[in-house]
């Protein structure tokens, strides 16, 4: 069983109390109640406010909790465990390192640059994909035209985009928070399934097959955090973990971070990976967009279909 490390229990926290609407920009841990603004207010003290612990478990497991009081004054607790403390020597980051502030400016200039990317346009890699435009922007560059992908939090806050360039590669701005972020490609409503992706041209490719909403988190790094993002804000829905099978790597990161998905939702949540028997092991065979590729729309259906109704 994989355990969170102690930065990867500090940043679920704090993505945490950024979805339920709190305006932090670091965790503090082991204090007095934190007084917090609501996201975007600008006067006044602040109404909201936090506290997170700190202890260590019986089982020898780090553990952090966190009490948030919430708009309406509806009150949430998130509960964490995973390596203990004395881990950090062994290439954890510190808990000063993890909870430096956000780059505000960074994170506004991310603002602008979506704001004044064009509504309307073309892709030249999301074209050779074949696959749609779901609530993306466009720009025309050096690398040809190019898709923005727009990346928010779970209170659909912005704070980051991906270009994906011509050529396929993939870029994001300097100094911003990744861990987190996603993007839905269609609204949906609690109890609804979402499938739950690392690209977006995967999850473009399951709502054309299926129908089914899509969010991409990116990065396989990034899945896990998505995951119970989604899980906190959409409890009664089914989310369907389409994996990436990384054959050509040494370690498969793509099913093993979507187990792991499976793993920390625990219920009602299913992974699905492409089977490429027969095919070589290379990466131009690893997502469920090669697969449709290669057998077509209906019968990448059909085997959806299958593994969902298991």
Request: glycine fraction near 8%.
């Amino acid at each position: 069983m994989s355990y969170m490390t102690l930065e990867q229990q500090i940043k679920a926290h704090l993505n945490f109390l950024l979805s339920n609407g709190l305006n932090v920009s670091e965790l503090k841990i082991n204090a007095d109640f934190i007084r917090c603004q609501i996201q975007g207010q600008i006067e006044g003290r602040g109404e909201l406010s936090y506290k997170t612990t700190q202890s260590l478990l019986n089982n020898g497991m780090l553990g952090l909790a966190t009490w948030c009081r919430c708009q309406g004054g509806e009150v949430k607790t998130y509960k964490t465990y995973g390596l203990p403390k004395d881990a950090d020597n062994n290439g954890m980051v510190s808990l000063r390192e993890m909870s430096r502030p956000i780059d505000v400016e960074s994170t506004k200039k991310s603002e602008l640059f979506w704001e004044y990317s064009d509504r309307t346009g073309e892709s030249d890699y999301l074209r050779k994909k074949s696959v749609g435009y779901y609530g993306i922007r466009f720009r025309n560059n050096a690398y040809g035209r190019v898709a923005i992908v727009p990346l928010r939090d779970g209170d659909n806050k912005l704070w980051s985009y991906q270009l994906l360039n011509s050529d396929g590669t993939k870029r994001m701005p300097k100094n911003i928070k990744t861990r987190g972020l996603f993007h839905i490609l269609q609204p949906f409503v609690n109890g609804q399934p979402i499938a739950l992706t690392e690209s977006y041209v995967v999850a473009a490719t399951c709502y054309e097959v299926m129908g089914i909403p899509a969010v991409t988190a990116i990065s396989s790094n990034n899945l896990e955090q998505v995951a119970m993002i989604l899980r906190s804000n959409y409890p009664n829905s089914r989310i369907i973990v389409l994996a990436d099978n990384d054959r050509h790597l040494e370690v498969n990161k793509g099913v093993q971070a979507a187990f792991l998905v499976k793993s920390r939702v625990e219920t009602n949540c299913t992974v699905a990976i492409p089977d490429f028997t027969g095919f070589p092991a290379i990466s131009d065979y690893s997502d469920w967009n090669d697969l449709v590729r290669e057998k077509g729309h209906l019968m990448v259906r059909n085997i959806l279909n299958e593994i969902i109704r298991c």
